[in-house]
């Protein structure tokens, strides 16, 4: 099992960087695939990125590519992501998630959420 905290979010003007972090607990975290999600005002929680276990290999949603980039260290059990060029349509809840393997279906562990703002 693994327990998941994001931080990193806050209000930002057009244009604005964040990064957002997600510390994990466990000493097998360099086992979860893990992944963003975000939850927009009044709509469904929407893929944003995921990075394999090995960190080999990442995925993004075609809205943020070119933007966001999903990094992950293993050795401090943290995973990221890069937020650049961030738009209003950003806005959002933001979650990591962790799946227990590259192939599993679904994600198991989600975080608490940090709060990303864009304002135009």
């Known amino acids: 099992q693994v327990q998941l905290v994001e931080s990193g979010g806050g209000l930002v003007q057009a244009g604005d960087s964040l990064r957002l972090s997600c510390a994990a607990s466990?000493?097998?975290?360099?086992?979860?695939?893990m992944g963003w999600f975000r939850q927009p005002p009044g709509k469904e929680r929407e893929f944003v990125a995921s990075?394999?276990?090995?960190?080999?290999?990442?995925y993004y949603a075609d809205s943020v590519k070119g933007r966001f980039t999903i990094s992950r260290d293993n050795a401090k059990n943290t995973v990221y992501l890069q937020m650049n060029s961030l738009k209003p349509e950003d806005t959002a809840v933001y979650y990591c998630?962790?799946?227990?393997?590259?192939?599993?279906?679904?994600?198991?562990?989600w975080g608490q959420g940090t709060q990303v703002t864009v304002s135009s």
């Open positions: 990075i394999r276990a090995s960190g080999s290999l990442t």
């Open positions: 466990g000493r097998t975290f360099s086992r979860y695939a």
């Open positions: 998630g962790a799946r227990n393997s590259d192939f599993a279906p679904r994600y198991d562990y």
